[in-house]
């Protein structure tokens, strides 16, 4: 799957409403048939951070997804509600879905 990791600095004037400025992309995407997750999470450090976490299928739903139509319409219509380009680390991961991270295993409750 391809893992993708993005932090978007909002405008300060807009960070309360980003989840509401970004839906239509975001249930757009998460209806593709190649995506996995398309997640936000607001920073707990800087109000005005959120925090993308996606992931999709394989390259040709990594593709299809930059190729669609919300994809383009989000490219204009998002960054002028944005404080600077956001940044991303994207990886090719040999998985399709969450591992356990065992260090922290919860036992089983019955």
Aim: a negative charge.
């Amino acid at each position: 799957m391809i893992f993708i990791t993005a932090k978007f600095r909002i405008r300060p004037e807009h960070a309360d409403r980003w989840p509401e400025i970004a839906a239509e992309f975001t249930q757009a995407t998460r209806a593709e048939p190649g995506c996995l997750w398309f997640d936000w999470s607001r920073s707990l450090d800087d109000p005005n951070e959120y925090v993308l976490v996606e992931a999709f299928r394989d390259d040709q739903a990594g593709a299809a997804h930059v190729q669609s139509e919300h994809f383009k319409k989000a490219q204009q219509t998002l960054p002028p509600h944005l404080a600077e380009t956001p940044r991303i680390v994207s990886t090719t991961v040999e998985q399709q879905d969450w591992s356990q991270l065992g260090e922290m295993a919860v036992p089983a409750q019955g």
